[in-house]
């Protein structure tokens, strides 16, 4: 029989050997891809915030408020919101592209909390976080057809270390928060924004 003879089984052996071999080769380099490369659950600052070089020409579709139908949004400008204890108020003044490059340039190697704990994301609800706002809006000569959009928002808790960027997710919707820590960042960024008044 065929079976019996021993050039076959050596085939056959080499065959599985090299099957074999392969395969383990095939999920040692996906082990290795994976923890080099995989998902960590953490994010680089500079991959979520929006990039400087790329707001002058921010345009995208989205549904308008307004007509609820797709329109062209543009760039409107930024804006640091800020609650003002002895006025009781909040107010808001505009931002540079420049101050806003040189936030960006700051904190852009920074990583993300892989896990926020309630503790972190509770800061965000005491003491009226300060705001940095990406706006958008309707890229149209109609009045009534303009509307306005956030961007993206970024939130700096109040004296503290931390601050959040929110995701904006497929939809064009506001999305979950990415949360990071830097020491300081709250007077840090009141000192940044509001240095030109």
Not at 31 to 43: A, E, K, Q
Not at 78 to 107: A, G, N
Not at 143 to 159: A, L, P, R, W
Not at 164 to 174: D, F, H, K, Y
Request: a neutral charge; glycine letters at 6%.
């Amino acid at each position: 029989m065929a079976w019996q003879n021993p050039s076959h089984k050596n085939e056959i052996r080499n065959l599985i050997t090299v099957i074999f071999g392969g395969v383990l080769c095939a999920f040692l380099l996906a082990m290795i891809m994976l923890h080099y490369y995989g998902p960590s659950g953490r994010y680089a600052a500079s991959n979520v915030l929006l990039s400087p070089a790329l707001i002058q020409g921010l345009s995208y579709q989205d549904v308008n408020p307004k007509t609820g139908k797709l329109a062209l949004f543009v760039f409107d400008g930024i804006d640091f919101s800020y609650y003002d204890s002895s006025q009781k108020r909040w107010l808001s003044v505009p931002v540079s592209k420049e101050t806003y490059e040189k936030f960006y340039d700051f904190v852009s190697k920074e990583q993300s909390l892989e896990n926020a704990t309630i503790e972190v994301q509770n800061f965000f609800y005491k003491d009226n976080p300060s705001k940095l706002t990406i706006k958008t809006k309707v890229d149209s000569s109609d009045e009534k057809q303009i509307s306005s959009k956030i961007f993206q928002e970024s939130n700096f808790v109040k004296e503290g270390d931390f601050y959040r960027v929110m995701l904006r997710e497929q939809t064009g919707s506001p999305g979950s928060w990415v949360y990071f820590y830097h020491p300081g960042i709250g007077q840090e960024a009141m000192q940044l924004f509001l240095s030109k008044l």
